[in-house]
């Protein structure tokens, strides 16, 4: 099945602690995101990348790195720069022409 | 600067009927693209529909259609025949085509739609 995954489905991060996000697609696609969504918000871009070894800053960059080594693989690490990193995280890939197909997403709790 | 405005935050509907989700949205450039998703509990994002700025026709997709007013710049989501499954949160999105934003998204905050049996 074609598809986007993302691991794990809940995590936890203790303070001063680094965790990564996994972000993986069958799909071909060359564009990936990842986007936060706090309770009762829409999507904020975090970065985003539209080719291997290449990625951009979106709107809420600081406290996250993230790679794209892999065309099928777009990890994002939550440093712990990020005083407030609790929320849902979802990852998306697009191919050229238009939409973007979105992961059941990463909901991240601080212990 | 674009933006997305749902001033809807939460909407009922009746089971079998018909319900609108309001959209408007700003930006200065003339190619752009409209979309909406369903975010159910379990939090996964689901492509609905999608409207191109230059597209003649109101986008339609089964029970979902888009109704388009490019003079007054909305992009409201009609649903007919509204189901239980169609409790969720409905959010309108938009992809800047140009000025260097490489096809990102701006989303709205969102509409709960709550059907009623």
């Known amino acids: 099945d074609g598809g986007i995954t993302q691991s794990p489905k809940y995590l936890f991060r203790k303070e001063g602690q680094n965790v990564t996000l996994s972000c993986e697609q069958n799909?071909?696609?060359?564009?990936m995101y990842w986007y936060r969504q706090d309770p009762g918000q829409g999507l904020r871009l975090i970065y985003y990348s539209q080719i291997v070894n290449d990625f951009q800053k979106g709107d809420i960059a600081e406290g996250y790195s993230v790679s794209r080594e892999k065309k099928e693989s777009f990890p994002l690490t939550v440093t712990s720069a990020q005083k407030n990193p609790t929320a849902f995280y979802l990852c998306a890939s697009r191919a050229a022409e238009e939409t973007q197909y979105f992961g059941p997403g990463t909901r991240l709790l601080v212990l | 600067a674009q933006k997305i405005t749902q001033t809807q935050p939460g909407m009922f509907v009746q089971e079998k009927e018909a319900v609108t989700l309001d959209c408007t949205y700003d930006t200065s450039d003339p190619s752009y693209g409209l979309f909406w998703y369903k975010q159910p509990s379990s939090g996964e994002m689901i492509f609905l529909i999608y409207?191109?700025?230059?597209?003649?026709q109101n986008a339609t997709e089964g029970r979902y259609s888009l109704n388009f007013q490019k003079a007054r710049k909305s992009a409201n989501l009609v649903i007919s025949a509204s189901q239980l499954g169609d409790s969720a949160m409905y959010f309108c999105?938009?992809?800047?085509?140009?000025?260097?934003?490489?096809?990102?998204?701006?989303f709205g905050k969102g509409t709960k739609l709550s059907v009623k049996p």
């Open positions: 799909l071909n696609h060359d564009a």
């Open positions: 409207q191109g700025s230059y597209d003649q």
């Open positions: 999105a938009m992809r800047d085509d140009l000025g260097g934003s490489q096809g990102n998204l701006i």
